[in-house]
């Protein structure tokens, strides 16, 4: 057996949570976190309406594969393990807890460093910018992995239409704040809600970051991001901000989310970068799910060509 298979030991479903370890303000408040059970997450794939896929338009994706030949994972993978925090630490936990999400009427605010500020209908949205297929590979931090049939647009056409002035760097983002959708957001002394993310300008402007409004041909459900995510695939997936409300290009670098609680484990890049091992495990491999065994993880997640030159001359083991 190859040593990138004996170098972890353990499955993904048996790392304790970040949270149970690190609060923003103390260690272990563990119990805490435990009995609250919901918070945003930072790595899989969640969103909309809880409700089922039509299955013929399920069905038109079989046999689909990524750009690498890997088999897409499942409508019912895709919608029943996922990271959503605002829900519930509990993968298994919240597509039954968000089968009540509203994510109609939705708009999002697009302000800051821009010519053009505007607050845009989600359904202007999808009717402005062609919404288009995109099959991308999802790594979480967790040493996890899926390949998912997306559906929306690029980011940078939504930042091109606001028109970002000369002091634009960064592009932060902003989920929604409300307690009766998102239980877990009351509790703000264990969690920094709402949750917050960032990107540079020249990384959000790239091809590959797109802003999705659906997968397998459907509105995104409730427990993968509806009505609207980021996916950033080179990224780890904590990056995917669900549930987006706000988009402001700021001059400075923004804070995020997991930064906010932990910068030593969770860093702003957060590049997919199997040579650096998170402080608690190891990144050099990871379980897709539904297989048994592990496999290599891939530098960026295997979009180097893509985005590689996006990071010359920087120090690539700073991914947290």
Known sequence: ?????????????????????????????????????????????????????????????????????????????????????????????????????????WSVEVSGLVSNPKTYAIEDLVKMFPQEDRIYRLRCVEAWSMVIPWQGFPLASLLKEVQPTSDAKYVHFTTLMDTTQFPAEADTSSYPWPYHEGLRLDEAMNDLAILATGLYGSPLPAQDGAPIRLVVPWKYGFKGIKAIVKIELVADQPNTFWQD??????????????????????????????????????????????????????DLKQSY
């Open 1 to 105: 057996m190859s040593d990138i298979y004996k170098s972890v030991p353990v499955l993904p479903s048996e790392i304790t949570p970040k949270s149970l370890y690190f609060n923003r303000r103390d260690f272990l408040k563990a119990a805490g976190l435990i009995t609250g059970g919901a918070v945003l997450a930072a790595c899989a794939p969640t969103g909309g309406s809880a409700a089922s896929a039509d299955p013929a338009t399920v069905a038109a994706y079989a046999g689909k594969k990524d750009e690498l030949g890997d088999p897409l994972n499942s409508y019912d993978d895709i919608t029943n393990y996922n990271n959503y925090y605002e829900f519930s630490t509990a993968k298994d936990a919240v597509a039954p807890l968000s089968k009540n999400f509203k994510p109609h009427p």
């Open 261 to 314: 609680i932990n910068a030593h484990e969770y860093g702003f890049y957060a590049n997919v970068n199997p040579n650096v091992p998170h402080p608690r495990w190891l990144q050099s491999a990871e379980r897709r799910i539904g297989e048994l065994g592990m496999r290599p993880t891939l530098m960026f997640n295997g979009y180097g060509d893509k985005v590689a030159s996006l990071y010359q001359g920087m």
